[in-house]
């Protein structure tokens, strides 16, 4: 999925505000996830807007699918920081050897809920 896709718009800087409307949640989502360690909190600046990066409409969107695919968040976390060091995360989580699946998803009756991801590429 590319910048495109997502609605992504250059050129303002991505405030909190502008990150939900892009990542299509609520504001309190984002701090939720921040709160519960899937999204870091940016440091806020002198001006007092804290800005937030591309990769954090990426990790939302993976948290949003990670969820629907019924992790919890501790497990999410887990598969975040395996994308965070170049692991893609939908290759992670529908491969049922890996480390960061879960064992309740390498059951043969599991696999329906991890259709939704492409086997050949990333989310």
């Known amino acids: 999925m590319t910048s495109k896709k997502l ?5 303002r800087p991505r405030t909190i505000g ?11 989502t984002i701090r939720y996830y921040e709160r519960r360690g ?7 600046p002198p001006s007092g807007w804290r800005t937030y990066d591309e990769s954090a409409v990426w990790i939302i969107h993976y948290s949003k699918l990670g969820g629907q695919l019924g992790f919890t968040l501790a497990e999410l976390r887990k598969l975040l920081s395996q994308v965070g060091s170049g692991q893609a995360f939908c290759t992670s ?3 049922p050897s890996s480390s960061t699946t879960p064992a309740r998803f390498n059951t043969a009756g599991s696999t329906p809920l991890i259709r939704g991801c492409p086997r050949n590429s990333d989310c």
């Open 93 to 95: 989580m529908s491969t």
């Open 38 to 44: 899937l999204l870091r909190r940016p440091p806020t």
């Open 7 to 11: 609605g992504i718009q250059s050129g």
């Open 18 to 28: 502008r990150l939900a409307e892009e990542a299509g949640v609520h504001v309190e």
